[in-house]
C-alpha cells in the first residue's frame, strides 16, 4: 500500500516525525521492550525483546532514527522444548545487535537456557540458526564487544530469579567468531546500595575510553548509569546521566547509543508505560570531558532529564514518514511481520490460501486441561501502537462448527474479547450464532454479555483511549457501530510485556471437522477517525 506522507500523518495511530524538523517522543508509542540500535553507514537497524512471542527477535530499519519500518525477525521458530504452549515471560530478554566483520550480529540470554547468538550479511534475509554460546541459568542482558585489537569480549547481567544473584555485571572473554565464551568472567561492578537491579549492559569505546552503559534501579522508575574505563574490566568509576528529575517520563533508561557521520549522538530508551508496555524514545547526547549527558540538566542537578519533542537527527537528508504496519488487508502471501503468535506456529492454524483476501484461522482446540484462552498458544496478536486508536476487523463467521468461538480480543494478565459463539439453541434442537462479550484472565473466563445474531457477516471494533480504557462495538454493514452494554474494560500489561490485540478462533477438538473463521482485514485507525 502506497502512502503519502499527508495520509501517514492523518491515517496512522501514532506518528512520531512532525513533518517540520522535529519530533516528538515517544518515536515507537509501542512495546519494543529494551531495544538496542546500530548505524552501519546511512542505515539505523533496531531490535528488542520478544519474549515468549513468535516470530521473535524483531529487526526494524530507518534512514534516521525516526522512521521505522519492521523489515524482519530472527527467530521464525523457537527450536527449544516446550514452545508447542505460550512461554510467557520466558525467551527473548534483552537482545543486543552489532555490525562486525562484514555481518550483523544478534546476542540475548535466555533467562533459563544460556546466551543465544545469530547471525546475518543482510538483515532483511535470512539469520543464521540460534547458537547456544555458554549455557546456564540468569545469563541475561547480553552484549559482545570487539575491540580494536581482534579481542573479543561479552558483558552481561544476571537474573535473580534464576541465578540467585543480581545488580551485578560480569564480562567474559570471548572468541572472536562468537561462538564460545573463553573464561569465567571478571565482575565489573557490583553495588547494589548505589546501583540496584543494574542490568541491560551496553559496552562501547570512544577516545580510547571503555564505556559500559547501564540501567539500574528497576523498570519503572530506574535510571542510565554510564561507567568508564581505560581498561575493558576496569577499574570503572560511573556517572548518571539520564533520569526522570522533573519530567512526566518515568524510568527513561535502558538502550543504545549511536553516533552519526554529522558527529551528533543520540541514545534510544524505554518509558514503562503499563498497558501499553516498554515504549521507545530517544534524546540527544551532549559528550563533556568524555562524559555523556542525555536529554538536557532541566533542574540544574547534572544529570541529564527526558525531553518530548526535539530537532531530527541531522542525517543531511530528508526522509520519508514512515511507521511499524498495523493494517493488514491479508491479500499477501504471508502475514504481515506485525503479527504474533503465542507459541511456534503451526501450519494448520491459518490459511492465506483458503480464501482469495482473506485470512483463515482454524478453530485450534486449546491445550489440555487449559481453563482459558491465555494458554492458547494459537492467538494472532500485535501490540498496542499508540495510547489511543481503533481496530476494526471483518469477519464471516459462517465456517464456525458447533462449540466454536472466534472473535477481536485484547490480551494481557486480564483479557477480554467480544466474538461469536456457535451453540445449541436451549429453546429449540437446532444451533445458534451468539455474540458475546467474555472476560479472562489465566484460572478461566466468564460472560459479560450475549445477543443471539442472525448475521455472519459482521465487523468487531475495539476502540482504544489513554490509559488503555477499551470500548468494544460490533457492526453488520460497518457504518453503523452499536456498544456493547457493559463498563470499559482496561487493558492489562502480560508477563513482561504490554497489552496486545487481535484475533483467535477456537474449537472443542482437534477432529478433521474444523471450523474456521475469514478475517478479510484488519485496520487501525486514529482515535478521532472512530
Known sequence: MNKTDYGILNREAWVSDQGDGTFLNPILYADYSDPDVIRVGEDFYMTASSFGHIPGLPILHSKDLINWKLINHVIKEMDLPGYEVPQHGKGVWAPSIRYHAGKYWVFYGDPDVGIFMSTADDPSAEWSALHLVQAGKGLIDTCPFWDDDGQAYLIHAFAGSRAGIKHKLRICRMSPDGKRLLDEGTIVYDNPDKHPTLEGPKMYKRNGNYYIFAPAGGVETGWQTVFRSK??????????????????????????????????????????????????????????????????????????????????????????????????????????????????????????????????????????????????????????????????????????????????????????????????????????????AMAGDANGERQLWARPINSLALYLQVEVEDGGYCSFRFSEDGDAFEPIDIPHFQASKGHWVGAKMGMFAAGLDNGERKGYLDAEWFRVYPFKEK
Request: glycine share 12%; aromatic share 12%; charged share 20%.
Open 231 to 436: 581498561s575493558v574490566f576496569g577499574p570503572y568509576e560511573y556517572r548518571i546521566v539520564l533520569h526522570q528529575g522533573d519530567t512526566s517520563v518515568n524510568g527513561p533508561h535502558q538502550g543504545g547509543w549511536v553516533e552519526l557521520e554529522s558527529g551528533e549522538s543520540w541514545f534510544m530508551h524505554f518509558q514503562d508505560r503499563d498497558a501499553y508496555g516498554r515504549i521507545v524514545h530517544l534524546q540527544p547526547v551532549e559528550w563533556t570531558e568524555d562524559w555523556p549527558l542525555m536529554g538536557k540538566d532541566i533542574n540544574g542537578d547534572g544529570i541529564g532529564e527526558p525531553g518530548l519533542q526535539w530537532n531530527k537527527p541531522n542525517v543531511g537528508k530528508q526522509i520519508s514518514i514512515e511507521v511499524p504496519d498495523t493494517s493488514d488487508e491479508f491479500d499477501d502471501t504471508r502475514l504481515g511481520l506485525q503479527w504474533q503468535w503465542q507459541a511456534n506456529p503451526m501450519q494448520r492454524w491459518y490459511s492465506l490460501e483458503g480464501r482469495s483476501g482473506a485470512l483463515r484461522l482454524f478453530a485450534e482446540a486449546l491445550p489440555a486441561g487449559a481453563p482459558s484462552l491465555y494458554h492458547a498458544p494459537h492467538l494472532l496478536l500485535q501490540k498496542f501502537p499508540a495510547p489511543e486508536f481503533v481496530a476494526t476487523v471483518k469477519l464471516d463467521v459462517s465456517g464456525l462448527e458447533s462449540g466454536d468461538r472466534a472473535g477481536l480480543i485484547v490480551f494481557g494478565y486480564q483479557y477480554m474479547y467480544i466474538g461469536i459463539h456457535r451453540t445449541m439453541n436451549p429453546s429449540s434442537a437446532g444451533e445458534q450464532f451468539e455474540l458475546v
